[in-house]
């Protein structure tokens, strides 16, 4: 079974400043996909950034950006220029390519709070 | 930009009764999920569905849990018999054929008292 692990329940960051989140996962697969969705308090889940594990190329999203080390099964997100619009709940999630139905296991979350 | 919608943002009910959730997913969309998040927990997957029927199931999704397209449009959770546990934020999710990333509603908040 794939695990999602967020070592970090909760970080706060000065506006402006970048802040770097913590994901690790576990799988025996090769073939998947790692996603960062963000949860406002309106608790909506919000995608921010993908990654397909078989590109090499970490994806960026405008100030939202990874740091993808398959090897180490580690993916992290990268915020730049935080803004007070960022303070949510950040969610790491794994989905399996193993079948077409691709259901997400998610980690525990970080709390991120952008301080002005 | 089209995106998925639920209905009601909020329900309350008593232990015991049936609720019935809604979503209507991005209308072209052929893949739909229902997870749960329990206050201050992860979020977790519950069910899948494709075809009109159930492609995968979590233990959580017993007896007590359905789910129904019923027109096309609609995607429905039924939880027959509420427990107090089974309070907690419910998201419907869709995805289309060709992709990958399964696209969230805003949530149904289910306090069952």
């Known amino acids: 079974a794939q695990t999602v692990t967020q070592s970090q329940p909760e970080m706060s960051v000065q506006e402006a400043e970048t802040v770097t989140l913590s994901c690790t996962y576990d799988t025996s697969e090769s073939n998947y996909y790692l996603f960062w969705y963000k949860q406002p308090p309106s608790r909506q889940m919000i995608l921010v950034i993908r990654?397909?594990?078989?590109?090499?190329q970490n994806a960026t999203e405008n100030r939202f950006s990874v740091n993808f080390q398959k090897a180490a099964k580690s993916f992290s997100l990268k915020i730049s220029d935080s803004q007070l619009g960022d303070t949510a709940m950040y969610f790491c999630a794994f989905m399996s390519r193993m079948n077409n139905f691709n259901k997400f296991y998610f980690g525990s979350g970080t709390k991120l709070n952008v301080k002005p | 930009e089209p995106e998925v919608t639920q209905t009601p943002s909020h329900q309350v009910t008593q232990m015991g009764q049936e609720v019935i959730l809604r979503c209507v997913p991005i209308s072209n969309h052929l893949y739909f999920y229902w997870y749960r998040q329990i206050l201050g927990q992860k979020v977790e997957f519950l069910v899948s569905?494709?075809?009109?029927?159930?492609?995968?199931k979590s233990e959580i999704f017993d007896d007590q849990f359905s789910v129904e397209r019923p027109d096309g449009s609609n995607f429905t959770l039924k939880i027959r018999s509420t427990k107090l546990e089974d309070s907690a934020m419910y998201f419907c999710?869709?995805?289309?054929?060709?992709?990958?990333?399964?696209?969230f509603g805003p949530g149904t908040r289910l306090t069952v008292l």
């Open positions: 569905f494709y075809n009109n029927e159930i492609s995968e």
């Open positions: 999710a869709s995805r289309s054929g060709g992709g990958d990333t399964q696209y």
């Open positions: 990654q397909e594990a078989y590109k090499q």
